[in-house]
């Protein structure tokens, strides 16, 4: 625990990229998973997952190499890990901030509170119109 992977990210899904060969979970956030629908601020379906995972890879596209932390495992051994971009950009932080993933303070103690509460007031990503948590949906589907 504690080491830092660094490397070209290829992104997985929203809230996990792949780094040398390693599966890393982005720390304290969660984002929508692939196949799941939200609505956006006219009531019209898009797919919430594929737009965080695009917004994940365009963000790390901005500044290379990824720079991860790890902080630990996840139930199916993955590494979970705070990741930078090489401008010191925090992922999970503009994912959330940007409305693509929602703090998850189960994990994060609320660490991304405070930006969730901005994409929230501004309407920002899953925030401007209606969606199901990350968690509450896996667990239906």
Not at 29 to 35: F, M, Q, S, T, Y
Not at 83 to 90: I, Q, T, Y
């Amino acid at each position: 625990m504690g080491r830092t992977i660094v490397g070209r990210a290829s992104v997985i899904d929203g809230d996990t990229l792949k780094i040398a060969g390693k599966r890393i979970r982005l720390s304290g956030i969660d984002a929508p998973e692939a196949r799941q629908e939200c609505s956006d601020a006219a009531g019209e379906a898009y797919r919430c997952g594929l737009s965080a995972a695009q917004a994940l890879r365009v963000f790390l596209d901005m500044a290379r190499p990824a720079r991860c932390r790890e902080e630990g495992r996840d139930r199916w051994g993955r590494i979970v890990a705070r990741c930078h971009r090489a401008d010191g950009a925090d992922a999970a932080s503009y994912l959330v901030r940007s409305g693509h993933a929602v703090d998850w303070p189960r994990y994060s103690k609320g660490r991304y509170a405070s930006v969730q509460d901005a994409a929230k007031a501004e309407g920002r990503g899953v925030w401007q119109g209606a969606f199901q948590a990350p968690w509450d949906w896996r667990r239906h589907h």
